[in-house]
């Protein structure tokens, strides 16, 4: 089981970028997905989360709310997470995961992928 994320970079303030995350050994569409963010000298924290197909809402930290957009393509295997109006604060490496449920706890994901790092300059 393998999750590759992908769509990190150096962006300015007020950017968009779009994570990648291809599942291979899993269908994503059968998993809880979720990407977790962790920034220099803090804990990672997750900012969106959603359901299997069987539970497909999506969840948003409120710093999230509003920008972040997770997505699930069950074709291409992929979960997405389109990051509008990009902050400094924003920057961090980005992993996605998966798992049994859709949570906050990172502990409660059974597979990560290798993280992206987003730069935002001010």
């Known amino acids: 089981v393998q999750l590759q994320a992908s769509g990190g970079g150096l962006v300015s303030a007020g950017s968009s970028l779009r994570l990648a995350c291809e599942g291979s050994?899993?269908?994503?569409?059968?998993?809880?997905v979720g990407w977790f963010r962790q920034a220099p000298e803090k804990e990672r924290e997750g900012v969106a989360v959603?359901?299997?197909?069987?539970?497909?809402?999506?969840y948003y930290r409120d710093s999230a709310a509003g920008r972040f957009t997770i997505s699930r393509d069950t074709a291409k295997n992929t979960v997405y997470l389109q990051i509008d109006n990009l902050r400094p604060e924003d920057t961090a490496v980005y992993y996605c995961?998966?798992?049994?449920?859709?949570?906050?706890?990172?502990?409660?994901?059974?597979?990560w992928g290798q993280g992206t790092l987003v730069t935002v300059s001010s």
């Open positions: 995961a998966a798992g049994g449920w859709a949570t906050w706890d990172p502990t409660e994901y059974q597979y």
């Open positions: 959603m359901g299997s197909k069987s539970f497909p809402t999506p």
């Open positions: 050994g899993l269908d994503v569409a059968d998993n809880a």
